[in-house]
């Protein structure tokens, strides 16, 4: 059983930084994707960052230059440093992992669809 397992979120005043880590366990993939997505209350779950097995590292335009993703192969942890942060940026933010075949042609890494497996969230909330 998969299980991801997000923390690290709070509230920052514009400008500040956090921290997220999702703690995954439950799975022996060789080959995977992880991503982090973020809701914003009314709006759509939107793609922030992605890194695969490989290292390939996808970022949203909207995050590029401030976010970075990261990951720790040994603790199973993913995560999201977040510097810079702007009163847009609030949102419950998830963690996501896969490891179906993709098709390069088509895989987009930001998006839901790609991924099976989520973690509950964690609320960032920034204030201006």
């Known amino acids: 059983q998969v299980q991801l397992v997000e923390s690290g979120g709070g509230s920052v005043q514009s400008g500040g930084s956090l921290r997220l880590s999702c703690a995954a366990s439950?799975?022996?993939?060789?080959?995977?994707?992880l991503g982090w997505f973020r809701q914003a209350p009314g709006k759509e779950r939107e793609g922030v960052a992605s890194i695969d097995s490989d290292r390939f590292i996808n970022y949203a335009d909207s995050v590029k230059g401030r976010f970075t993703i990261s990951q720790d192969s040994a603790k199973n942890t993913l995560y999201l440093q977040m510097n810079s942060l702007k009163p847009e940026d609030s949102a419950m933010y998830y963690c996501?992992?896969?490891?179906?075949?993709?098709?390069?042609?088509?895989?987009?890494?930001?998006?839901?669809?790609?991924?099976?497996?989520w973690g509950q969230g964690t609320q960032v909330t920034v204030s201006s």
């Open positions: 996501a992992a896969d490891a179906r075949q993709k098709d390069w042609r088509w895989f987009k890494p930001l998006s839901q669809d790609e991924y099976a497996y």
């Open positions: 439950g799975y022996t993939w060789s080959y995977y994707y």
